[in-house]
């Protein structure tokens, strides 16, 4: 499980950062930052800036360095104008090019090392998105050091916590690289308010390498419903359901009654009940709403990864023993098909 860059706090290895005697507390906020800087990967979409992606600037907060973001693709004056208001961000780094639109990784990763040589960072943060996991691995493999994956909370410049074993083992890693190529797990670290900031924008450096993957085209399931990764409230359904006709049936409405965004389990997803995009766990999304309502899903601890984290637990299972009553804040044992759309008739009266 270790490995040269990375290992447990109590390996052998040492950390090559300078100062490394001085605890990281004991510094001062001066040293600090004339230590670490931060890059703090931002994500756009259509020439949108993804908010969601600003919980890597809230992360690199943290380390009490400087912080850069960085933004590219075409149009991207405007997202770097809206970057640019957050607050903590000392400076936002563009790459006005088309061939950025998409964040294809084989055409990005070239992009992102270059600017991190120019800016000499120590830390590049991403979020641990489809994007951030198809991306940073290929940038650290670059740069010869060790990714750091999905991390949920930053204990020093050196040290990070990180969920294991499907979130039932907790393992603090420390890495030795130069500059830490990190993923950071977006319900960890809420995203920084666009608000209060006029950082510089900057042109960054483009080294328009030859690419070779193309874009084609995409196939975007749409909803008017919330997005599952950032909702509030999460209604998820699971093989309890039955059918893709029932799923849609019972779940939908209850949903809309909420306001809620449609999650579901591996084994509804596996049955064609709910589309790929909307499964919720280890292999799938982690979410962590206010309130997550899990219906006919049995709790397995793959499951529990994507969703324990939840404010409010509420779980409808025929089961009483059924494991997802162990984590669940308030349950009801009962007849799915008869309770739930009992609960989206007083919900939409209510
Ligand atoms: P089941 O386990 O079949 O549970 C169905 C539940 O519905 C039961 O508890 C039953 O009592 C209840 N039920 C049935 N009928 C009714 C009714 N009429 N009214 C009320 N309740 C009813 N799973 C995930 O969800 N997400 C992941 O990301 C994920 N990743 C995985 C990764 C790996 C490597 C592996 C090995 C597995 C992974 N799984 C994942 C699968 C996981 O182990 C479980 O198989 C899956 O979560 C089970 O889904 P489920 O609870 O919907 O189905």
């Known amino acids: 499980m270790l490995s040269a860059g990375r290992r447990a706090l109590t390996g052998l290895a040492r950390p090559r950062l300078c100062e490394a005697a001085t605890p990281f507390a004991a510094r001062s906020p001066a040293a600090i930052r004339r ?5 703090a990967i931002l994500e756009q979409r259509d020439g949108k800036l993804n908010t969601g992606s600003l919980s890597a600037v809230t992360a690199a907060e943290k380390l009490g360095g400087s912080i850069h973001g960085f933004v590219a693709g075409s149009s991207i ?16 780094i563009a790459v006005e090019n088309g061939a950025y639109d998409k964040g294809l990784p084989e055409n990005y990763a070239p992009l992102l090392v270059e600017n991190i040589k120019k800016g000499g960072y120590t830390h590049v943060i991403a ?3 489809a994007f951030g996991k198809n991306l940073m691995p290929r940038v650290a493999a670059l740069l010869d050091s060790q990714q750091i994956s999905d991390i949920t909370s930053i204990e020093d410049e050196k040290t990070f916590v990180r969920s294991i074993y499907a979130g039932n083992a907790v393992a603090t890693v420390e890495s030795s690289d130069d500059i830490k190529i990190i993923t950071i797990r977006g319900t960890a670290f809420p995203a920084a308010e666009v608000a209060g900031g ?25 909803s008017d419903r919330p997005d599952l990764a950032t909702a509030t409230k999460v209604v998820s359904g699971g093989r309890g359901l039955k059918s893709k006709e029932e799923f849609d049936k019972i779940m939908l409405p ?4 909420l306001g809620a965004a449609v999650g579901a389990s591996r084994a509804a997803v596996d049955s064609g009940y709910a589309d790929n995009s909307l499964q919720v766990g280890q292999t799938g999304k982690v979410v962590a709403p206010q309130l997550y309502m899990a219906v006919g899903i049995s709790g397995a601890i793959q499951h529990l990864a994507g969703m324990k984290d939840s404010k409010v637990i509420a779980a409808i ?6 494991p997802i009553f162990q984590v669940a804040d308030v349950g009801l044992v009962g007849d799915l098909f008869e309770k739930v759309p009992e609960l989206t008739e007083k919900l939409n009266k209510a």
């Open 317 to 322: 299972n025929k089961d009483a023993d059924a």
């Open 35 to 39: 230590l670490l800087s931060a890059l």
């Open 198 to 222: 006029s950082a510089a924008i900057e042109d960054g450096v483009d080294p328009k390498a030859d690419c070779p993957t193309e874009w084609i085209s995409e196939d975007l399931a749409k």
């Open 254 to 257: 209850l949903a809309d009654s």
């Open 127 to 129: 979020g641990h998105t």
């Open 77 to 92: 004056k405007g997202v770097a104008e809206e970057a640019a208001k957050v607050d903590r961000l000392e400076k936002v």
